[in-house]
């Protein structure tokens, strides 16, 4: 757990050092808010009620956005470049180093954030959310990230086995793009596809803090829904493990 | 030799069809989100499913020729960090043909593939006709559309005579300000479409040519507008190439 920390801290002040990177960082999240406050506030004009609930949802999306900022591209081209074989030697297993560092990066990013989309959201005329909505955002927020970064992590280290392994992701991106609720909340979704959507994992990661922030999402349902988070967090952590031990295992026969 | 040559043939049908793959998830992906979007809300901001495909696909058409001809910009960073850009300054030829030759120039074929298809499914459910004027007219716009994308490119390459970076330029800046224009800019607010029309001209790149294609040039406040996008895109490109001239003058190797 003190090995995790120092990689959670490390990350932080890396990502601080990168200075111009930050404020890009900024600009183009800005770019996308602008891109998805404009469509719902043409989608929404007749309902003024729906239109704020939707613009705390985008904002919400937006603190996730840099949450779940995942440069696994990093970890592919360390394999590319054989560096994993290093990789083994060392006393923290890989995973936790990894994950470690890029929770301490998207911390870094989150807390960049979070004046600029403070000012967003008081200039908007948003009403404050609870102190409950607030702690419960964070707390399903962070199931989601457990679930995002084990899955994507996971799949980068299909690398072990054979080199192409991008098409994994970009259906990981593809399922993420049409059913974690980053682009359409589920409920605007066509109902077979909204139902369906409920179940699967990509919907604890964006759908499920971004609607408990909007208010859209509480009582019976969201317990369900965090039931369900917990549940993909697990597989999500079981995938992790028995990949990084059955793919080390491989590795060391390989060299030895 | 001969079978080098062709297992390097297939290497490249292999990366190919990963390609194709990838550019059908993005796109697709894309297509289904505003789908869905279309299907619950019947319109964005008065434009049918049907007239936003048509933008996307006069969006991809230009990104196309551009892919073709400037994408070797965004990995400019590596040019001057290998000192790759020094030997192009002492050739007998512009150092950005240079640049520019680095590249095949059949990088947008998927792109032209793609948009053409969009195409034939946005004039057949729109139930507009083609005529030879559109056709000259769309032709133009397209390449247009492609120095607009390309100055933009060039742009960001110039900034890495000071920053020695151009990817996180191209990802943070250039990638999400394209996706801005993937939606009528009608929907974002004034001042926003005033910068889309005469600072980062992008709106002549789809939204202006699209009122041309849809017979709809009454609707536009500035009709001329939409016969424009020849004209700026040349002019556009000139001014930055300036900025680009200006910008090598600053240019001092990084001493690798």
Same mark, same amino acid.
Request: glycine content about 10%.
């Given at each position: 757990?003190?090995?995790?920390?120092?990689?959670?801290?490390?990350?932080?002040?890396?990502?601080?050092?990168?200075?111009?990177?930050?404020?890009?960082?900024?600009?183009?999240?800005?770019?996308?808010?602008?891109?998805?406050? *404009?469509?719902?506030?043409?989608?929404?004009?007749?309902?003024?009620?729906?239109?704020?609930?939707?613009?705390?949802?985008?904002?919400?999306?937006?603190?996730?956005?840099?949450?779940?900022?995942?440069?696994?591209?990093?970890?592919?081209?360390?394999?590319?470049?054989?560096?994993? *074989?290093?990789?083994?030697?060392?006393?923290?297993?890989?995973?936790?180093?990894?994950?470690?560092?890029?929770?301490?990066?998207?911390?870094?990013?989150?807390?960049?954030?979070?004046?600029?989309?403070?000012?967003?959201?008081?200039?908007?005329?948003?009403?404050?959310?609870?102190?409950?909505?607030?702690?419960?955002?964070?707390?399903?927020?962070?199931?989601?990230?457990?679930?995002?970064?084990?899955?994507?992590?996971?799949?980068?280290?299909?690398?072990?086995?054979?080199?192409?392994?991008?098409?994994?992701?970009?259906?990981?991106?593809?399922?993420?793009?049409?059913?974690? *609720?980053?682009?359409?909340?589920?409920?605007?979704?066509?109902?077979?596809?909204?139902?369906?959507?409920?179940?699967?994992?990509?919907?604890?990661?964006?759908?499920?803090?971004?609607?408990?922030?909007?208010?859209?999402?509480?009582?019976?349902?969201?317990?369900?829904?965090?039931?369900?988070?917990?549940?993909?967090?697990?597989?999500?952590?079981?995938?992790?493990?028995?990949?990084?031990?059955?793919?080390?295992?491989?590795?060391?026969?390989?060299?030895? | 030799?001969?079978?080098?040559?062709?297992?390097?043939?297939?290497?490249?049908?292999?990366?190919?069809?990963?390609?194709?793959?990838?550019?059908?998830?993005?796109?697709?992906?894309?297509?289904?989100?505003?789908?869905?979007?279309?299907?619950?809300?019947?319109?964005?901001?008065?434009?049918?499913?049907?007239?936003?495909?048509?933008?996307?696909?006069?969006?991809?058409?230009?990104?196309?020729?551009?892919?073709?001809?400037?994408?070797?910009?965004?990995?400019?960073?590596?040019?001057?960090?290998?000192?790759?850009?020094?030997?192009?300054?002492?050739?007998?030829?512009?150092?950005?043909?240079?640049?520019?030759?680095?590249?095949?120039?059949?990088?947008?074929?998927?792109?032209?593939?793609?948009?053409?298809?969009?195409?034939?499914?946005?004039?057949?459910?729109?139930?507009?006709?083609?005529?030879?004027?559109?056709?000259?007219?769309?032709?133009?716009?397209?390449?247009?559309?492609?120095?607009?994308?390309?100055?933009?490119?060039?742009?960001?390459?110039?900034?890495?005579?000071?920053?020695?970076?151009?990817?996180?330029?191209?990802?943070?800046?250039?990638?999400?300000?394209?996706?801005?224009?993937?939606?009528?800019?009608?929907?974002?607010?004034?001042?926003?479409?005033?910068?889309?029309?005469?600072?980062?001209?992008?709106?002549?790149?789809?939204?202006?040519?699209?009122?041309?294609?849809?017979?709809?040039?009454?609707?536009?406040?500035?009709?001329?507008?939409?016969?424009?996008?020849?004209?700026?895109?040349?002019?556009?490109?000139?001014?930055?190439?300036?900025?680009?001239?200006?910008?090598?003058?600053?240019?001092?190797?990084?001493?690798?």
């Amino acid at each position: 757990m003190r090995a995790a920390y120092a990689f959670v801290s490390q990350g932080f002040r890396q990502q601080a050092a990168y200075k111009v990177e930050g404020w890009l960082g900024i600009f183009s999240s800005l770019i996308w808010f602008v891109i998805y406050a *404009g469509i719902w506030t043409a989608l929404l004009r007749g309902d003024a009620e729906a239109l704020q609930r939707q613009m705390m949802y985008v904002i919400a999306g937006q603190f996730l956005g840099e949450l779940n900022f995942l440069p696994t591209w990093e970890v592919g081209a360390k394999f590319r470049q054989g560096d994993v *074989g290093l990789e083994l030697i060392k006393p923290v297993a890989l995973p936790v180093r990894i994950l470690g560092d890029f929770f301490g990066r998207s911390l870094f990013r989150l807390l960049r954030a979070t004046p600029v989309y403070l000012i967003i959201w008081i200039a908007f005329g948003l009403p404050a959310p609870t102190v409950a909505q607030v702690g419960l955002f964070v707390l399903t927020g962070l199931i989601g990230w457990v679930i995002i970064s084990t899955l994507t992590l996971s799949m980068s280290l299909i690398a072990l086995w054979t080199v192409q392994f991008d098409e994994a992701e970009q259906l990981f991106g593809i399922g993420m793009s049409l059913l974690s *609720g980053s682009v359409i909340p589920l409920y605007y979704l066509p109902a077979w596809v909204g139902s369906v959507a409920r179940f699967l994992p990509f919907a604890g990661i964006f759908f499920v803090p971004s609607a408990v922030l909007a208010g859209t999402l509480s009582g019976a349902d969201l317990l369900q829904a965090m039931v369900l988070q917990v549940v993909w967090a697990l597989v999500g952590v079981g995938i992790l493990t028995s990949m990084w031990r059955a793919g080390s295992t491989k590795l060391v026969m390989q060299g030895g | 030799m001969a079978r080098a040559q062709a297992r390097s043939q297939m290497q490249y049908r292999v990366n190919f069809v990963a390609m194709i793959i990838s550019m059908v998830l993005t796109y697709g992906g894309q297509f289904v989100n505003l789908f869905w979007l279309t299907e619950r809300f019947q319109s964005v901001g008065g434009w049918r499913l049907e007239e936003i495909v048509l933008l996307y696909s006069l969006a991809i058409l230009a990104w196309g020729f551009a892919v073709s001809f400037f994408f070797s910009l965004t990995g400019f960073e590596d040019q001057i960090r290998n000192g790759t850009f020094d030997r192009a300054l002492l050739r007998p030829m512009n150092p950005l043909f240079h640049v520019l030759g680095s590249q095949s120039p059949i990088g947008g074929i998927g792109q032209f593939v793609f948009s053409i298809a969009a195409f034939i499914f946005a004039f057949s459910a729109t139930g507009l006709t083609l005529t030879p004027v559109k056709l000259v007219y769309l032709v133009l716009t397209a390449m247009g559309g492609g120095l607009i994308l390309g100055a933009a490119l060039i742009g960001v390459a110039t900034l890495a005579f000071w920053t020695t970076r151009t990817y996180t330029f191209y990802w943070s800046i250039v990638f999400p300000a394209r996706q801005l224009v993937n939606y009528p800019v009608s929907i974002y607010h004034k001042a926003l479409q005033l910068v889309l029309t005469f600072g980062v001209p992008f709106a002549f790149i789809n939204y202006f040519p699209a009122h041309v294609l849809l017979e709809r040039t009454a609707e536009l406040s500035m009709p001329a507008l939409a016969w424009g996008t020849p004209v700026v895109g040349v002019v556009i490109i000139s001014v930055v190439y300036g900025f680009w001239h200006w910008g090598t003058r600053f240019y001092t190797g990084t001493g690798s």
